[in-house]
């Protein structure tokens, strides 16, 4: 049962164009969402985050919106720089919890020059 | 800045060998994780701990076990390797809401 999903395995995306990365879950009990970007033989980072009290969250070329009643959020780069091609994971957090996160399936953006 | 030190950057080990993957933290996190990543799986957690001594497991705990005996320091083991056990696994500790990573372990069983 997945309760956190990245429908999209791949996308790909103009540099200077906005890229949009996808995420659903299906439990109305995390209370924080999270965006990591991983490289290849590297740990995964942190980008940016949300409470799920809040609707956005903004950090430079990074957005990301949260949409509970469709139990959506989505990841807005823009510009888009080659430099950003990675794989992006979206997390979810339990309230409450004692940090543990549920990670969603990775979407590999890739960013051509 | 927070450093997860995992222990060995890729290992090869053959089916049946007892294999140990360590993991320090040295920002006095509370919390620390193992997760494995597949392709198309994305991370999956295996164990964590929210205390030395403490431990609970993730959504794939079979076939491994962990220690964590020292608050920094936190081992997974896997006590009889098989082939399905080839993955990266990550280690992580965490302040808040947020998880810092290692750089991973690649780890082949053959």
């Known amino acids: 049962d997945q309760q956190v999903k990245q429908n999209s395995p791949s996308l790909s995306v103009q540099e200077g164009r906005i890229s949009i990365l996808n995420c659903d879950y299906t439990n109305s009990m995390f209370d924080y969402f999270l965006w990591y970007k991983k490289y290849p033989a590297e740990g995964p980072t942190f980008l940016i985050s949300?409470?799920?009290?809040?609707d956005k969250n903004e950090d430079g070329r990074f957005t990301v919106f949260l949409n509970k009643s469709a139990k959506h959020l989505s990841l807005h780069i823009v510009p888009s720089q080659p430099g950003d091609s990675a794989v992006y994971f979206c997390?979810?957090?339990?309230?409450?919890?004692?940090?543990?996160?549920?990670f969603g399936q990775g979407t590999t953006l890739q960013v051509k020059p | 800045d927070v450093k997860v030190t995992q222990s060995s950057r890729y290992l090869v080990k053959r089916t049946g060998e007892k294999v140990f993957l360590e993991c320090v933290q040295d920002?006095?996190?509370?919390?620390m994780f193992w997760y494995r990543q597949d392709p198309g799986l994305g991370l999956r957690l295996i164990y964590f701990?929210?205390?030395?001594?403490?431990?609970e497991k993730g959504d794939i705990p079979e076939g491994y076990s962990v220690s964590r005996e020292k608050k920094e320091r936190f081992s997974l083991i896997l006590e009889s390797a098989s082939t399905n056990q080839t993955s990266m696994y990550l280690c992580?500790?965490?302040?808040?809401?947020?998880?810092?990573f290692g750089s991973g372990t690649q780890l082949s069983v053959l």
């Open positions: 949300i409470s799920s009290i809040k």
């Open positions: 997390a979810a957090r339990f309230s409450g919890n004692t940090g543990k996160l549920i």
């Open positions: 701990s929210y205390d030395v001594k403490m431990k």
């Open positions: 920002m006095d996190h509370e919390n």
């Open positions: 992580a500790s965490s302040r808040y809401e947020k998880l810092f």
